[in-house]
T-cell receptor, first 110, second 115 residues
């Protein structure tokens, strides 16, 4: 059963912010939201994760709604190298594994 | 930075051969994982190890075995390779986070073709 819903694809312009949405309406209280990306022919790369507070690191920001039913990954200044498949994953605090869905194919255009 | 290194980027083997895929991580992580990735099916967990000599089956363990003799190394073994095992194989590691599980860090994959 899919725990997250993401749009299949989106485009964004180089230098602009990219806002990637994710719905997780059945998330439970002890489940985290993780984001990964996979650039063609490479392994998945960890981006960021959070429980209920917004999070920021050197790669991106994660905004989680107050009801926790959706979140947005923000790439502040997209570059061509950010073209990738982005995965939003819900993971329980006691889950050792990650379960990947289909993700969003993001294409950054010059 | 965490580094997960897979010994081969591309591998071509014949049906029936015994195949070893090797993975090494340099961050003293307790947990190690083997996934396979296929178009339309996404990433699927084959096996997981949470300590030396300890292993658990993932979602698709049939046709595979694993070995973890040292903390930094996790091997995936195809006892008798078959064409339906042609796939991208991804190794990952993570530290033991207790209740707060830490992120998985992936290698760049081994693309295995079985002919």
């Amino acid at each position: 059963d899919a725990k997250t819903t993401q749009p299949p694809s989106m485009d964004c312009a180089e230098g602009r912010a990219a806002n990637l949405p994710c719905n997780h309406s059945t998330i439970s209280g002890n489940e985290y939201v993780y984001w990964y990306r996979q650039i063609h022919s490479q392994g998945p790369q960890y981006i960021i994760h959070g429980l209920k507070n917004n999070e920021t690191n050197e790669m991106a920001s994660l905004i989680i709604t107050e009801d926790r039913k959706s979140s947005t990954l923000i790439l502040p200044h997209a570059t061509l190298r950010d073209t990738a498949v982005y995965y939003c994953i819900v993971r329980g605090s006691n889950d050792y594994k990650l379960s990947f869905g289909a993700g969003t194919t993001v294409t950054v255009r010059a | 930075d965490v580094k997960v290194t897979q010994s081969s980027r591309y591998l071509v083997k014949r049906t029936g051969e015994k195949v070893f895929l090797e993975c090494v991580q340099d961050m003293d992580h307790e947990n190690m994982f083997w996934y396979r990735q296929d178009p339309g099916l996404g990433l699927r967990l084959i096996y997981f190890s949470y300590d030396v000599k300890m292993k658990e089956k993932g979602d698709i363990p049939e046709g595979y075995s694993v070995s973890r003799e040292k903390k930094e190394r996790f091997s995936l073994i195809l006892e008798s390779a078959s064409t339906n095992q042609t796939s991208m194989y991804l190794c990952a590691s993570s530290s033991y986070g207790g209740r707060y599980n830490s992120p998985l860090h992936f290698g760049n994959g081994t693309r295995l073709t079985v002919t």
